[in-house]
């Protein structure tokens, strides 16, 4: 069983970065690839960027390219988001997720989830 609980978010202005963080316990990570995604107000949730434990290869939304990364920490199962010159359209609860298998932007192809944080960007 793996538990991931998010932290870091909060209410910025646009322009302002945050980073989100994913702590995750329970099982080895070594062949998982760890994901954020995101769901704003009347939208789907929607993949954000995944990194690969193992190789720490990552990937990213075209949405989100160039203003954010992801990283790991495997000392401390951690999972970080830093995200710069946010804007208001990126407001949504954001949400780690844990997948057994190799890379996906599939939001119905992870295994598990955090309960997600909330980050809220004013204009």
């Known amino acids: 069983q793996v538990q991931l609980v998010e932290s870091g978010g909060g209410l910025v202005q646009a322009g302002d970065s945050l980073r989100l963080s994913c702590a995750a316990s329970?099982?080895?990570?070594?062949?998982?690839?760890m994901g954020w995604f995101r769901q704003g107000p009347g939208k789907e949730r929607e993949f954000v960027a995944a990194?690969?434990?193992?190789?720490?290869?990552?990937y990213y939304a075209d949405s989100v390219r160039g203003r954010v990364t992801i990283s790991r920490d495997s000392a401390k199962n951690t999972v970080y988001l830093q995200m710069n010159t946010l804007k208001p359209e990126d407001t949504a609860i954001y949400y780690c997720?844990?997948?057994?298998?190799?890379?996906?932007?599939?939001?119905?192809?992870?295994?598990?989830w955090g309960q997600g944080t909330q980050v809220t960007v004013s204009s």
């Open positions: 990194v690969t434990w193992s190789s720490g290869t990552r």
């Open positions: 329970g099982r080895s990570f070594s062949s998982y690839t």
């Open positions: 997720a844990a997948r057994l298998r190799g890379y996906s932007s599939g939001r119905n192809d992870y295994d598990y």
